[in-house]
């Protein structure tokens, strides 16, 4: 019987044994790519100081996480939200003398004070890799074919990649299409949210045009690269070609590539590329992705991140294993045997068990499993 006490925060559920199998499967499929690529596991700790989270990464903001007083050091810990500060700390600490380009995987639990209304999980399952110390066309490629990968590894199809350019306002305002220090932050927000009328209020009136480089990737390429008349942007276009160029060598029409080179969602602190992973009959984004910069030693590293726990709501329930019921008295040895060869083995504790309900699909009779 439910009680009141067992209802769970907003934002929190538990996971299932056929919810849990799937994520579990999800994790290891994608692990598994991410370590065929050479990407080397690490486990960093789920609460830091708030300073150290906040510090390593631009556009973390540290108000959206769980934050309390370490009674040990009387200072401000933080329960994690994003793990890549942690991997950009770690790169810069521990792994400072490490050779570069180092290429680190992770996965772990975050948490957050509140979500958004589009997604209103307020704890997600984040696995990711990191590739630090590049910050070239080559090393982008690598992380966007890799999280592509991954991705397919665990189950998903229709994958497609919108790629953006989160300092594309920036670099323009430069010289290209000046902008006063004042008007950056409000022209940026326009365009995210696609506005015309608020984009020439906030004196963006020459970036209109962007608005319609959207869409298919060679279309919206060829669009951008006539708005860029000057070639401030010439060489960030050529890189997204060359990106673009390897998924499709690799996958031909298999991925879908778009390019939205406004969108700055979910690109808080990335620099000249970013990307979204979409894949068929999953609302909202699979993952996303990019260069950045590790705040304090200024590192360049470009990585992705994937939530297992939204996957899995469409990835394919694992093949369930074969489970053996060993009633009382059973032979220990040849149960040790059968779960050597990859069986699992439920044990009768008393009478009266039934061996179906508990969902077995053989039971140990003498030495060998019979189907019940």
């Known amino acids: 019987m439910t009680q009141p006490d067992d209802l769970l925060p907003e934002g929190l559920e538990d996971r299932l044994p056929a919810a849990t199998a799937r994520i579990a499967a999800a994790m290891n499929a994608c692990l598994q790519v991410t370590s065929g690529h050479g990407y080397d596991r690490v486990r960093p700790p789920l609460l830091e ?80 890799a990191e590739l630090i110390g590049a910050d070239s066309v080559a090393a982008a490629s690598e992380i966007v074919m890799v999280a592509i990968e991954a991705a397919q590894a665990a189950g998903l199809t229709g994958i497609s990649v919108d790629f953006t350019l989160p300092d594309l306002v920036d670099t323009l305002a430069q010289e290209a299409l000046p902008l006063a220090a004042e008007q950056i932050a409000g022209v940026r927000r326009e365009l995210d949210t696609k506005d015309a009328g608020g984009l020439k209020a906030a004196g963006g009136a020459a970036y209109l045009p962007l608005l319609y480089a959207t869409g298919p990737f060679e279309t919206a390429l060829a669009t951008l690269r006539e708005v860029d008349a ?29 390019l939205d080179p406004t969108e700055r969602h979910g690109f808080e602190y990335q620099s000249w590329f970013g990307f979204t992973l979409y894949a068929e009959a999953l609302r909202g984004a699979a993952g996303r992705g990019g260069t950045y910069r590790i705040s304090g030693s200024d590192e360049a590293a470009t990585g992705f991140t994937l939530y297992l726990d939204r996957l899995a709501e469409i990835t394919p329930q694992p093949e369930a294993t074969r489970l053996v019921y060993l009633p009382l008295g059973h032979d220990h040895v040849a149960a040790a045997t059968l779960r050597a060869a990859g069986w699992r083995t439920r044990a009768q504790l008393g009478e009266g068990e039934n061996a179906a309900a508990l969902g077995c699909t053989h039971i140990l009779d003498a030495s060998e499993p019979r189907p019940l």
Do not use: H
């Open 230 to 258: 000057g070639g401030a942007l010439k060489s960030r276009l050529d890189g997204l070609a060359e990106i673009a160029a390897a998924i499709t060598a690799q996958w031909g029409e298999g991925v879908r590539l778009t």
């Open 49 to 128: 100081f708030e300073a150290s989270l906040a510090g390593r990464m631009q556009g973390v903001e540290t108000r959206a996480m769980f934050r309390f007083v370490d009674p040990a050091s009387l200072r401000t810990l933080a329960l994690r939200s994003d793990i890549t500060p942690q991997i950009g700390r770690i790169a810069s600490t521990s792994l400072a003398g490490a050779a570069r380009p180092l290429r680190l995987a992770y996965c772990g639990d975050t948490a957050l004070i509140r979500a958004s209304q589009l997604d209103p999980a307020r704890e997600r399952i984040q696995l990711g």
